[in-house]
């Protein structure tokens, strides 16, 4: 099977996956205890007319087949609903906070990817040695910190004490920036103890993958194959071995945008970064159900768009997968 | 020259060694005792369990009964009182019962439903193994946080038995994967084999053959779960959606943003507990994976 | 050493250290290799076969290390030299094959890949030209359709396959040594056949010596001119292949030429040689085969042999061949 051949059948599986998915947002929301409509209209009282209005909107006097058909055919052209508690459409409400959380994540992943493969191949060429152990240590005690927990003092330390960073936002409001460097800069300041909590921790696991994944490689008969036909030991390591053992580690990144978007939201939470994370905890607590849905739909779509590019990127750099 | 009466005696001769599952477990257990690392992380895990356990017993005040608000560590209040002048120290210790609750109960659920997946899958294979596949790779992906989040934001319900359900409900999809690999290489072993020919059904296979051999696997697994179980209720309550009321450490957390500024102590002690705990597992994880994946890969 | 004398091992010793003890995995080895011969170096599992190749390499990793002999190697000992130029020589003037064909070869990349790379290293080819090198020796060892195959992957080959194209990639440099380190173990008899017969051609193309190394009797004798028995990590006997074959004088060596299974003579037991190979940890004092040995003598538990002379082209380590040992009486 060709590379285009298994592209295209996974992107084939797309459509019903996200189907699935779609159907299963909409039955956890009307399996909802209580009135939809009121749970739609948000806890204000609402009156009469919204309440027609939301009824007719979502079709709640016909079979539920029918408001699923409804509401997923709105959902394709783009229209995630209404919410009534912020009195806007869903979309726009989302639309202009994907940027931050795509900047604070992309930031983060890159800065957290690095880290862990330098720091993993070290440890793995050189098991037993100190740099080993160490960071072997520091990756578990990374590994087993609760980011909202370890956000919190660093708040404390950084900002309330030492007063070197900003505790939340984006940046300074309220300020002219004598250029977009200087913007950038402030900017900056706000990004780096969100983005550095992030990093902490999935370093933390990343190098404990890479460091696993090489050692395990590195014991393989085709490594000594490689030192056999007299290759430099740096090319065994980086050419032979490191494609091999970063293998599950794509997979593994890809598969777990969830697991990244989760952190995402908790720090977006306490760093009051207006991103898709926090806006999710925001209207999850004040219960716009509308807002909900379609934020939930946004964030699967997101999490399958991941999935595949991982399918398809390991199946770019590993061939036997195309051979399923 | 072929007669055997010369042997040599004078020095042992050692049989090849095959080790049975009793001589396999004790060197697990002898490469756990002689990890400094799994010792500590176990250490720590009793520790935890017995002061959770005695909370009731050991704690120095009631959870009830309140004192000044916002005092810092002092002699009396150890770890200093919380917003509405709760010890610290007592809360702190109340709060491990609900995460070790939280964390066991969690994985118990995970096992139950993962184990049974993931066994009927590897074993039977065929359609019933794509479609369970299927299912759990979907699970598996979605975002765990969030889903917590809707499940609890629209259950309107803020019982720790709910959190705990709902967790174990998004958490099995990974034990049910692993299983399943480990169902499908054993399937095709020797020994299966053997007891198939012998006559064994199906399911006495699964349970009495395949099974004891994957359990160690499970156990780890398990192990290794338990603090992000513990973690993720302690962050779904940090964001507000547990029971505020409760002794959590998550709530403990919660609360104690608010005021980060003036009472610093508040978040540093749920929070160290809550990091120790973590480690403690984790650790043990660690070793307990690292001893039994030795012994499987041979000496 | 004569002039046709490629390599000559000189009292190797190779430890391992390990947290219960040192494995002296091979402990004062003697061999020589002629130039166009094959030796093949027999033994058990465990006895050190591997390690004598790898030592030979340098390619003993911690915890292992070699820590003492001499190998000569075209008037130069290999164990002297700096890495940098033991590169040259691994894969161009000594080249190794395996014994676990499919997991050779790096699975992400394309066997004419792999063998073009060690091209690359060794010889000074044009760029364009590699191709049709790799074809050429895919094509000499009998791949079928080589300019085709050479793009495929490892995993699209078969074992006899892979095993003909890591002997490719051995011989793409033509090395002087070929160390076949149990080549033909995981494959098919039939396959097996097939290599060996592929294996003889080619040393006569080539010229190149052979250190077979292998624990069946059958398959070294198909391709080596000389034997080097191995036990415990020591060299047994030595000799040509007929002579060890007809004339064995250690009793290691006739022991397994005895445990041979007979089609002609009707046997109600197999023959076995009692107790088990030593671990080499702490291995007995003197002869280390002396506990299994039906012919030991008191010196047999005290010292060890040297491995001498007996005869022309024929060595023996045995106290009883040793001539002090046999007129001093038997204490």
Not at chain 1, 292 to 298: D, R, Y
Not at chain 2, 10 to 23: G, V
Not at chain 2, 53 to 80: D, K, N, Q
Not at chain 2, 155 to 162: A, G, P, R, V, W
């Amino acid at each position: 099977m060709t590379l285009r051949t298994y592209v295209i059948r996974r992107l084939i599986l797309v459509v019903p996956t996200l189907l699935l998915i779609s159907i299963a947002i909409f039955s956890i929301v009307h399996l909802a205890p209580g009135d939809i409509a009121h749970a739609i209209a948000g806890r204000r009282t609402p009156s009469r007319e919204v309440m027609e209005q939301i009824r007719r909107e979502y079709g709640l006097d016909q079979p539920i087949p029918v408001q699923y058909l409804t509401w997923l055919g709105k959902v394709v052209r783009g229209d995630l609903g209404f919410s009534y508690l912020n009195n806007a459409p869903v979309m726009s409400l989302i639309a202009p906070r994907i940027k931050y959380t795509a900047e604070l994540m992309l930031v983060a992943e890159v800065v957290s990817m690095v880290i862990a493969i330098v720091l993993g191949v070290i440890a793995a060429v050189k098991h037993y040695s100190i740099v080993d152990a160490l960071s072997s240590l520091g990756a578990l005690i990374g590994y087993s910190l609760p980011d909202f927990w370890i956000a919190l003092i660093a708040i404390l330390v950084f900002s309330v004490r030492l007063g070197w960073l900003p505790i939340a936002g984006v940046s300074t409001v309220g300020i002219e920036f004598p250029s977009p460097f200087h913007a950038l800069l402030d900017h900056l300041r706000y990004l780096v103890l969100p983005a550095s909590i992030l990093v902490l921790g999935w370093t933390a696991y990343l190098f404990r993958m890479v460091r696993s994944s090489m050692l395990e490689v590195m014991r393989q008969d085709y490594i000594l194959t490689a030192r056999a036909k007299g290759l430099r030991e740096r090319v065994v390591i980086y050419k032979h071995a490191l494609r091999n053992a970063l293998l599950p580690v794509i997979t593994y990144e890809a598969f777990s945008m969830g697991f990244l978007l989760s952190g995402a939201a908790i720090i977006e939470s306490i760093f009051g970064w207006p991103g898709l994370g926090q806006f999710f905890v925001l209207i999850a607590h004040r219960r716009d159900l509308p807002t909900l849905m379609g934020l939930t739909m946004i964030i699967a779509v997101m999490v399958l768009i991941a999935n595949l590019c991982a399918d398809i990127a390991y199946a770019i750099v590993d061939p036997r997968i195309r051979y399923e | 020259m072929s007669s055997n009466s010369r042997v040599k005696t004078d020095e042992k001769t050692e049989e090849p060694y095959e080790p049975s599952r009793a001589t396999r477990l004790f060197i697990v257990w002898r490469k756990l005792r002689t990890s400094k690392l799994a010792v500590t992380g176990f250490g720590i895990v009793l520790l935890v369990a017995t002061l959770a356990l005695l909370a009731p017993v050991i704690a120095p005040y009631s959870p009830e009964s309140f004192f000044l608000t916002m005092r810092p560590p002092t002699l009396t209040h150890l770890f200093g009182t919380d917003t509405i002048g709760r010890d610290l120290l007592t809360l702190v210790l109340y709060g491990a019962r609900i995460s070790l609750y939280v964390g066991l109960g969690a994985v118990f659920i995970e096992i139950s439903i993962g184990l049974t997946i993931g066994m009927i899958s590897g074993y039977f294979g065929g359609k019933v193994d794509e479609i369970l596949m299927r299912i759990t790779d979907l699970v598996l992906t979605l975002p765990t946080l969030p889903l917590l989040i809707v499940a609890v934001a629209v259950f309107k319900s803020k019982d720790i038995n709910t959190i705990v359900l709902v967790m174990g409900i998004f958490g099995w999809p990974f034990m049910a994967r692993v299983v399943r690999s480990e169902f499908l290489a054993l399937r095709e072993t020797l020994f299966v084999e053997a007891a198939r020919s012998m006559g064994a059904s199906n399911w006495r296979i699964i349970l009495r053959h395949i099974l004891p051999n994957v359990l160690s696997t499970v156990i780890v697994i398990a192990t290794m779960d338990i603090p992000w179980y513990i973690f993720w209720e302690a962050t779904l309550t940090f964001l507000g959606f547990g029971d505020p009321t409760s002794a959590s450490w998550g709530v403990l957390l919660w609360r104690g943003y608010l005021y980060l500024q003036d009472a610093w102590w508040i978040i540093t002690f749920p929070g160290l507990a809550l990091f120790f705990t973590s480690l403690g597992f984790n650790l043990f994880g660690d070793g307990l994976r690292d001893a039994l994946d030795v012994t499987t890969r041979g000496r | 050493m004569s002039e046709s004398t490629l390599i000559t091992i000189n009292d190797l010793k190779t430890y391992f250290f390990i947290t219960e003890g040192v494995v002296k995995a091979v402990d004062g080895v003697n061999l020589d290799i002629n130039k166009g011969e094959a030796l093949g170096l027999v033994g058990e599992s465990g006895c050190g076969k591997s390690t004598v190749a790898l030592s030979i390499m340098r390619l003993i990793r911690p915890p292992g290390k070699i820590v003492g002999g001499e190998i000569w190697f075209e008037g130069e000992d290999l164990l002297r030299k700096g890495e940098s130029e033991m590169r040259q020589i691994r894969g161009g003037r000594i080249s190794l094959i395996s014994q676990n064909p499919m997991s050779s070869m790096n699975p992400v990349f394309t066997v004419g890949g792999q063998i073009a790379e060690a091209i690359k290293l060794h010889q000074n080819v044009q760029r364009r030209e590699i191709k049709g090198k790799v074809a050429e020796i895919l094509d000499l060892v009998g791949i079928p359709d080589p300019s085709k195959r050479m793009e495929d992957y490892p995993h699209e080959y078969s074992g006899g396959m892979c095993q003909r194209a890591m002997t490719a990639m051995a011989l793409s440099c033509n090395p002087q040594l070929l160390i076949a380190d149990e080549p033909t173990t995981n494959l098919d008899v039939t396959i097996q056949a097939q290599i060996l017969k592929l294996m003889k051609k080619l040393r006569k193309d080539f010229g190149a010596s052979v250190l077979l190394i292998g624990h069946d009797l059958g398959v070294i004798s198909e391709l080596c001119d000389k034997i080097a028995v191995m036990y415990a990590g020591r060299v047994a006997e030595y000799s040509d292949l007929m002579t060890v074959f007809e004339k064995p004088k250690h009793p290691y060596t006739q022991a397994l030429l005895e445990s041979i299974p007979r089609l002609d003579v009707e046997e109600e037991r197999l023959r076995i040689i009692p107790g088990t190979v030593p671990r080499l940890i702490n291995p007995p004092p003197g002869c280390r085969f002396h506990p299994r040995c039906e012919q030991a003598m008191t010196v047999c538990s005290k010292q060890d042999p040297v491995l001498t002379e007996i005869e022309k082209g024929h060595k023996v380590a045995c106290f009883l061949y040793d001539s002090n040992v046999r007129t001093k009486p038997q204490v």
